[in-house]
């Protein structure tokens, strides 16, 4: 992250957000996901690989990643008034889709940070919601979509006991 000057790398990619649960795996060695999950990994990527640049060297140290998903607002929901997006999709399955596609397997594509094991943790969600105006969240979008923000995880303290 050092190529970014804020040490601060944010981006939206509009689409909707696919989840991604347990792969179908034919064969020993070979996974398979649907053509949905493959087509968001890949808008996931692009978008990150614009925000980041050409130069850009994946991050290979602990990070912070916020995550904001806006969903499409269902029929069935109030027309005039914020509700939390409490339906499916799951939220750990959805930021699991995102975290893979900025680390992919493949080590020739774009890459943010070495491996996701490298984001230690949240600093805003993972948070679903619904479409601005009437979305729960300050970064809602007017239509589906996902606003992320990866930053380097503060420098690790020992935990003081109150006791």
């Known amino acids: 992250m ?3 000057p804020e040490k601060l790398l944010t981006f939206t990619v509009i689409g909707t957000p696919v989840t991604q649960g347990s ?3 034919p064969a020993p060695g070979v996974v ?3 053509r949905e999950l493959r087509k968001w990994r890949r808008q ?11 130069n850009w060297e994946p991050a290979n140290c602990p990070l912070v990643m916020s995550a904001v998903f806006t969903l499409r607002r ?4 109030p027309k005039t008034k914020p509700i939390h997006a409490a339906t499916k999709p799951d939220v750990d399955k959805l930021i699991r889709a995102v975290q ?3 680390s992919p397997i493949d080590k020739k594509t774009f890459r943010v940070y070495t491996e996701d094991s490298r984001v230690v943790g949240y600093d805003t969600g993972p948070f679903k919601t ?14 589906p979509g996902v606003t992320l923000a990866i930053t380097p995880a503060p420098p690790a303290t020992l935990r003081q006991d109150t006791a």
């Open 100 to 102: 893979d596609a900025l």
């Open 32 to 34: 398979k996901y649907s």
């Open 23 to 25: 792969a179908d795996v």
């Open 44 to 54: 996931v990527n692009a978008a990150a690989r614009e925000a980041c640049g050409a």
């Open 74 to 77: 269902p029929k069935s929901a």
């Open 2 to 4: 050092k190529n970014l």
């Open 130 to 143: 619904y479409p601005a105006p009437l979305g729960t969240h300050d970064w809602a979008l007017t239509e």
